[in-house]
């Protein structure tokens, strides 16, 4: 278990509505990341974040936003839900510490998933 | 920009069958290699990973071999069981911290 919450792991909202997602870590790893998982595509990355307050684009990431205030939350944002953002999110850390140290074996660690439903 | 390919599936084998999941891979620079499972309506865990030419990974009986010649990383198992069931991501990262995906084998164990 490496310490990852995703809340809420479930969530119906309607088109143009904004919806927050959040990742909590217990693990003081740097890098965090958003995926999206939809079928036939696989796991496409959102945003990740290198520490706080540093962000960066994934391939997919029109329409949303996201923040990172402090090591452990990081936070994803659709500013305006569209149905094409029905999808699970998953949200996941790498084994690196805050100083870049190697932790485990290097591995993304997952947490379990949040089902995004847009009506 | 690196790529993984593997084959979508859905595959089907009955109980006690060889499996084998094909994944290629495209990248610049020398990659890890890893494979993820994902049993329903749970997160990825990792499988097995190498992170070097010729390494093997293994795990609860699942091998792969990281063969830079073909840029390969198929995943074997000798007898599946149906508690395998699940859906099988081959993945990459360079630097530790840039992860690629495939697009996910489902696997579905018949007793």
């Known amino acids: 278990d490496a310490g990852i919450t995703q809340s809420p792991r479930h969530k119906v909202t309607e088109t143009g509505t904004p919806v927050t997602l959040r990742c909590h870590q217990t693990?003081?790893?740097?890098?965090m990341y958003w995926y999206r998982q939809d079928p036939g595509h696989g796991l496409r990355l959102i945003h990740y974040?290198?520490?706080?307050?540093?962000?960066d684009k994934g391939e997919v990431s029109d329409g949303y936003s996201v923040s990172r205030s402090k090591t452990e939350d990081f936070l994803l944002t659709l500013e305006s839900a569209t149905s094409s953002q029905t999808s699970v999110y998953f949200c996941?850390?790498?084994?690196?510490?805050?100083?870049?140290?190697?932790?485990?074996?290097?591995?993304?660690?997952f947490g379990e998933g949040s089902r995004l439903t847009v009506l | 920009g690196d790529s993984v390919t593997q084959m979508e599936g859905p595959v089907t084998l009955s109980e006690e069958a060889f499996l084998t999941i094909n994944c290629t891979y495209t990248?610049?620079?020398?990659?890890?290699l890893f494979w993820y499972v994902q049993y329903p309506g749970e997160g990825l865990q990792l499988l097995l990973k190498?992170?070097?030419?010729?390494d093997k990974g293994s795990n609860k009986g699942f091998e792969a071999t990281y063969r830079k010649e073909t840029t390969s990383f198929h995943l074997e198992k000798g007898s599946v069981q149906v508690s395998d069931s699940a859906v099988y991501f081959c993945a990459l990262s360079s630097y530790g911290q840039n992860f690629v995906f495939g697009p996910g084998t489902r696997l579905s164990v018949l007793p």
């Open positions: 190498a992170t070097k030419a010729d």
């Open positions: 974040s290198y520490g706080v307050k540093d962000t």
């Open positions: 693990e003081n790893h740097r890098y």
């Open positions: 996941a850390i790498s084994g690196k510490g805050l100083a870049g140290e190697l932790l485990g074996t290097g591995e993304l660690f």
């Open positions: 990248a610049t620079g020398y990659p890890s």
